[in-house]
């Protein structure tokens, strides 16, 4: 039982980071140089969380019970993270010219 709780978990806890992803590809193929890899620094929070919820829950049922309220938290922090970057990005001359 524990093992179909940790894989829907896993499944459900890493959406965010999946949908994340997704954007930072889009800002990965318009950068240049270390700007490919540093687009990606922003899904790093999302990436981590789900799976540590996901073993959390499997554990123990009752820990992270406010994990709604986590999701929002550290999506917050990729989102700034997310804006961080872009902003350095445009400023700093990662953007490549089309």
């Known amino acids: 039982m524990r093992v179909l709780v940790l894989a829907g ?8 980071a999946a949908l994340a ?3 930072a590809k889009r800002l ?5 140089g270390a700007w490919r ?13 789900g799976p540590f919820v996901a073993f959390g829950v499997a554990q123990d049922s009752t820990s992270h ?3 709604p309220f986590e999701l929002a ?12 970057v872009v902003f350095a990005r445009q ?3 990662g953007v ?3």
Do not use: D, M, Q, Y
């Open 73 to 84: 938290i550290w999506s917050v922090v990729s989102a700034a993270l997310f804006g961080l």
């Open 28 to 32: 990965a193929k318009t950068s240049l």
């Open 9 to 16: 978990g896993l499944i459900l806890f890493c959406i965010p």
């Open 91 to 93: 400023r700093f001359g």
């Open 65 to 67: 019970n406010l994990w």
């Open 37 to 49: 890899w540093l687009v990606w620094l922003p899904i790093t929070p999302l990436a981590v969380w």
């Open 21 to 23: 992803s997704r954007r």
């Open 96 to 98: 490549r010219a089309e």
